[in-house]
């Protein structure tokens, strides 16, 4: 858990301050965490208590904003059910309270601060572990049902594909996620292709991550191109389809395989150019994310001083 105060005008974070979740514990030792972290910061910042516009937080799972409920939080233990967050860290601070989605803050984030500046509409891949995403349509963060809008690592690419965590299949989180290209570098080796990938890692399969696929390519290693040629293929047809709905200026690529950087963005570019053909395609850029593991604290904090008013 990570806790800052955040300048909105200048997109500064001062007194941050992080802590392991230890979501072994449960919610509500969580909870009771994150309430002393952030009465903490508010402490040592000496900003009075009535200049804070409030405390925006990203949560990595299913809300209710509205409510300020979490609703389910599926990689945290005991699953986070129906828990009112906002009331409670409210009651606590004595500050208002606003939910976002992980990634959409994310997406906030990079659009008010980062590559996304200036951009009219703007569309936000995150790729990780899983792929979460976000959208900003006419200078306007789309929140959707519940904010739900944005879950662009479940647009289906392969009808009738593998199945995805979330139960459906076909996805493209299925196929283009972190773990889906370690399972291809893995695939590789236990095949015995031509590759460096298993001696990057002196043959522990378990070693293998998107970033060594990532320093194999770099190397030249024809194997480990060819998975991020598939992998960015796979991310650009997915863009278009986004593209074609929206007609956005931008796509941002963030998380953690976005720091192959150009290994990935060129299949990306070369698919959305490839396959548009009914729209300015040459006005559509992709770029990486410039904010780092900063922007989810910036774009919750963006939330916080809207005062969560697209939720609404």
Same mark, same amino acid.
Request: hydrophobic letters at 40%.
């Given at each position: 858990?990570?806790?800052?105060?955040?300048?909105?005008?200048?997109?500064?974070?001062?007194?941050?301050?992080?802590?392991?979740?230890?979501?072994?514990?449960?919610?509500?030792?969580?909870?009771?965490?994150?309430?002393?972290?952030?009465?903490?910061?508010?402490?040592? +910042?000496?900003?009075?208590?009535?200049?804070?516009? #409030? =405390? %925006?937080? *990203? &949560?990595?799972?299913?809300?209710?904003?509205?409510? @300020?409920?979490?609703?389910?939080?599926?990689?945290?233990y005991d699953g986070?059910?129906?828990?009112?967050?906002?009331?409670?860290?409210?009651?606590?601070?004595?500050?208002?309270?606003?939910?976002?989605?992980?990634?959409?803050?994310?997406?906030?984030?990079?659009?008010?601060?980062?590559?996304?500046?200036?951009?009219? +509409?703007?569309?936000?891949?995150?790729?990780?572990? #899983? =792929? %979460?995403? *976000? &959208?900003?349509?006419?200078?306007?963060?789309?929140? @959707?049902?519940?904010?739900?809008?944005?879950?662009?690592?479940?647009?289906?690419?392969?009808?009738?594909?593998?199945?995805?965590?979330?139960?459906?299949?076909?996805?493209?989180?299925?196929?283009?996620?972190?773990?889906?290209?370690?399972?291809?570098?893995?695939?590789?080796?236990?095949?015995?292709?031509?590759?460096?990938?298993?001696?990057?890692?002196?043959?522990?399969?378990?070693?293998?991550?998107?970033?060594?696929?990532?320093?194999?390519?770099?190397? @030249?290693?024809?194997?480990?191109?060819?998975?991020?040629?598939?992998?960015?293929?796979?991310?650009?047809?997915?863009?278009?389809?986004?593209?074609?709905?929206?007609?956005?200026?931008?796509?941002?690529?963030?998380?953690g395989v976005a720091?192959?950087?150009?290994?990935?963005?060129?299949?990306?570019?070369?698919?959305?150019?490839?396959?548009?053909?009914?729209?300015?395609?040459?006005?559509?850029?992709?770029?990486?994310?410039?904010?780092?593991?900063?922007? @989810?604290i910036l774009g919750?904090?963006?939330?916080?001083?809207?005062?969560?008013?697209?939720?609404?």
């Open positions: 858990m990570r806790v800052g105060v955040v300048d909105i005008q200048t997109g500064t974070v001062t007194h941050q301050k992080s802590i392991p979740t230890q979501a072994r514990e449960g919610h509500d030792a969580v909870i009771a965490r994150m309430f002393d972290l952030i009465n903490e910061v508010i402490r040592e +910042s000496k900003i009075p208590k009535k200049d804070f516009d #409030g =405390i %925006g937080i *990203g &949560v990595p799972g299913v809300l209710n904003p509205t409510d @300020g409920l979490v609703l389910f939080l599926p990689n945290l986070w059910i129906n828990v009112p967050l906002s009331r409670m860290v409210a009651s606590s601070t004595g500050l208002p309270v606003y939910l976002i989605n992980d990634v959409r803050a994310i997406t906030l984030g990079e659009w008010k601060y980062g590559a996304g500046k200036g951009a009219n +509409s703007m569309v936000c891949f995150a790729i990780g572990t #899983g =792929i %979460g995403g *976000g &959208v900003v349509v006419n200078n306007r963060l789309v929140m @959707g049902f519940d904010g739900t809008a944005g879950e662009l690592g479940h647009i289906i690419i392969e009808p009738d594909g593998q199945q995805c965590g979330c139960g459906n299949h076909g996805c493209l989180e299925a196929y283009a996620s972190g773990p889906a290209i370690a399972a291809m570098g893995i695939k590789a080796v236990i095949q015995g292709r031509t590759t460096r990938i298993g001696e990057l890692v002196d043959y522990d399969l378990n070693k293998i991550t998107p970033q060594v696929i990532a320093d194999a390519a770099q190397k @030249g290693d024809l194997i480990a191109q060819e998975i991020f040629q598939y992998i960015g293929k796979l991310i650009g047809i997915a863009s278009v389809n986004v593209a074609l709905a929206l007609g956005p200026d931008l796509f941002v690529i963030s998380g720091s192959a950087g150009d290994l990935l963005l060129e299949p990306i570019r070369r698919t959305l150019q490839e396959r548009i053909f009914v729209m300015p395609k040459d006005r559509i850029r992709v770029e990486t994310a410039k904010l780092g593991d900063q922007a @989810g919750s904090a963006q939330w916080a001083s809207l005062k969560g008013y697209q939720s609404r």
